[in-house]
């Protein structure tokens, strides 16, 4: 009985806990959780290629995963995010969704809508497998799952 309650103790004291993998982001990343942040970018430009800046970037993603039983095929979403960002001087643009853990049997519906005045607004819409996004290694518990998809406006 002793040792029971001297190695919860000392567990208590070393900071370790059963449920360290939470729905909170900040938890996650305090107790070591994996988890992937989905980082969307790119450029705005014209149809000369000249850089648009302070045009308004809405990127909408749909994580959706697709199951097969004895009734048929499902699709469920898993997960959704939608935000919206600036192009800066440059034209280029950046979204980030930060917490979700990694599915590579996901397919990512991406929707971008760009808009700016004196420009056409455009929609580009894009299917991606989870496989075929880039990644690359963030913090200690971070994975960077990246897609680029640049944008190029039509004058009035």
Known sequence: MKTTKFLTWLLTILGFQMQSCTEEEESREEYGCPYTTYKTHGSVKDENGNKIQ???VSVK???VVETTDSIGVHSDTIW???ESVMSDKRGNYETRRSGEHLNSDAI???VVITDKN???PDTIRKEVKGMDLKFEKGGDWETIAKNEINVTLKRK
């Open 54 to 56: 302070d045009a308004k």
């Open 61 to 63: 993603i749909d994580a």
């Open 80 to 82: 959704h995010s939608k």
């Open 108 to 110: 990512y519906h991406y």
């Open 118 to 120: 004196g420009y056409l």
